[in-house]
């Protein structure tokens, strides 16, 4: 699956399936963290893999689930976009 198409599912699915979903990346989300991420996925860029992701987004993620999950999120990140 591609990352549009992963995001274009995280977006139409229930937020106990998202759940599940991070779940299984070994990331836990409660409903209200993800009632918070969902506005934020209409911001998210492919292009980010080539020119990082903007302070300003980073800042959003964390006034909505904390400055330590966003630094884990991050890190997952950067792990999987490393070559």
Known sequence: M???QFLN???MSS???VQS????Y????????????RPLLDD???HWIFTGIPDSFVYKVQQAIGTSKTDDLLKM???ATRR
């Open 26 to 37: 070994g990331v836990d989300f409660s409903i209200s963290e993800i009632k918070a991420l």
């Open 9 to 11: 599912e995280v977006k």
């Open 44 to 46: 998210i860029s492919i």
């Open 15 to 17: 937020d106990r399936e």
């Open 77 to 79: 990140y950067q792990n």
């Open 2 to 4: 591609d990352f549009v």
């Open 21 to 24: 979903i991070a779940s299984s």
